[in-house]
């Protein structure tokens, strides 16, 4: 399963089934699992693990150091799931020894051609990255998200859950669950409705996190007017616990 071209180091551990494209390069501290298709013209490096039945297209590079001055060789990782499809020319980078000291990359991502995860991002389950999506260091992706080409995300931004951007979108401050946002500046243009239903939520469900978007973004409160609201709202609906914990935990401010 391995093409007679490929390099692959002796120390690797690949799984019995897992295929190996031409001229790819595998190293030491590499671990795949098994499915898993590897294509031509990949390079694997750095104590990266990648689970199973992942598919990850030519001329990508997956576990190189990151780029960040301060790194030190520090052996830090790059841990990548199951189920992914990562198109060409993706870049993912190990973690940094400021930070928790891995990148990682969940299960049941469909990340498209050119995307870049910087060190120490965390990226959750279910997400579409479109052409092009570039992700500084240390951010935070939520389950569900979807990025549309070209969006980019400042350092230690986070991105909720279901949200979506749409094209050429620049995020420098936090985007809140469920909010569709775009724009350079970032602005958001209500909730994402239709990803929700798709995702089985329930019609009461929607209507209570459009009534708190219209609360986060529509009712004239302060931030921290608004955030006494949502606590007051999330005693009826449960649902708005993953927005209220997010607002909680912001250090850089939302985009608003």
Wanted: net charge negative.
């Amino acid at each position: 399963m391995i093409h007679p071209t490929a390099i692959v180091h002796p120390d690797a551990r690949l799984a019995d089934d897992v295929e190996v494209g031409a001229y790819t390069l595998i190293g030491a501290d590499v671990s795949i699992g098994a499915g898993t298709v590897v294509g031509p013209h990949v390079v694997i490096n750095g104590h990266t693990t990648i689970g199973a039945h992942n598919r990850i297209f030519q001329f990508s590079s997956l576990g190189e150091i990151p780029q960040d001055k301060k790194y030190a060789n520090e052996p830090t990782k790059l841990e990548i799931g199951d189920h992914n499809t990562i198109r060409e020319f993706c870049t993912f980078n190990l973690g940094t020894a400021q930070d928790v000291g891995v990148t990682r990359l969940g299960s049941h991502n469909w990340i498209m051609a050119y995307v870049h995860l910087a060190h120490d991002c965390q990226v959750g389950n279910h997400t579409i990255f479109a052409n092009n999506a570039q992700l500084a260091g240390h951010v935070h992706i939520g389950d569900y998200a979807i990025l549309g080409g070209f969006t980019t995300v400042h350092q230690f931004v986070r991105v909720g859950a279901h949200v979506i951007t749409g094209l050429g979108t620049a995020l420098l401050q936090d985007l809140p669950p469920y909010v569709l946002a775009s724009g350079n500046p970032c602005a958001p243009h209500g909730i994402n409705s239709e990803g929700l239903k798709r995702r089985g939520f329930a019609s009461p469900a929607i209507m209570a996190i459009k009534r708190a978007y219209k609360t986060l973004y529509k009712s004239g409160l302060t931030l921290t007017e608004a955030k006494a609201a949502l606590q007051l709202q999330l005693q009826e609906h449960p649902e708005l616990q993953l927005l209220t914990d997010f607002l909680a935990a912001s250090e850089r401010g939302i985009v608003r």
